[in-house]
């Protein structure tokens, strides 16, 4: 899961998760890709095609519209990391999805400038005075 931000100002939450929204979302995905002969890689990087990183970066599309182009490298040899511009219900689980990788785990860990950092799971904190969305 990772960073969530909890609002009552819908103009906020319009600005975060709006159609329009250009607020950057990053998260960290862990990734599996399943081979033809029933085997699960560990060390995907190695044998995961560029061409289909290259799709993912700009190239596919959920429910017949085109995605906007995204950031996507490799964090380590079985983890993606991904910046989007956009949220599209389960987006980034579809997007792997289509060029062969299954996600095994996905957190947020920054939204906008506001960052995840060393929080606790389950432990919440107010904005920053320089966090501003």
């Known amino acids: 899961m990772g960073l969530l931000v909890l609002t009552q100002d819908g103009r906020v939450a319009r600005q975060l998760i709006g159609e329009d929204s250009g607020t950057e979302k990053e998260y960290l995905v ?3 890709y399943p081979m033809p002969q029933g085997d699960v890689l560990v060390d995907v990087q190695k044998v995961f095609p560029a061409a289909q990183l290259a799709r993912l970066r700009h190239g596919l599309s959920l429910d017949g519209q085109p995605l906007k182009p995204a950031l996507v490298d490799w964090q380590n040899p079985e983890q993606l990391r991904f910046v989007l511009t956009e949220g599209k219900k389960r987006q980034i689980r579809r997007m792997c999805e289509q060029v062969g990788l299954k996600v095994v785990g996905l957190k947020r860990i920054r939204i906008g400038r506001v960052v995840l950092g060393q929080l606790p ?7 920053g005075p320089h966090e501003r969305f």
């Open 30 to 32: 862990r990734v599996s």
């Open 121 to 127: 799971v389950g432990q919440w904190r107010y904005l």
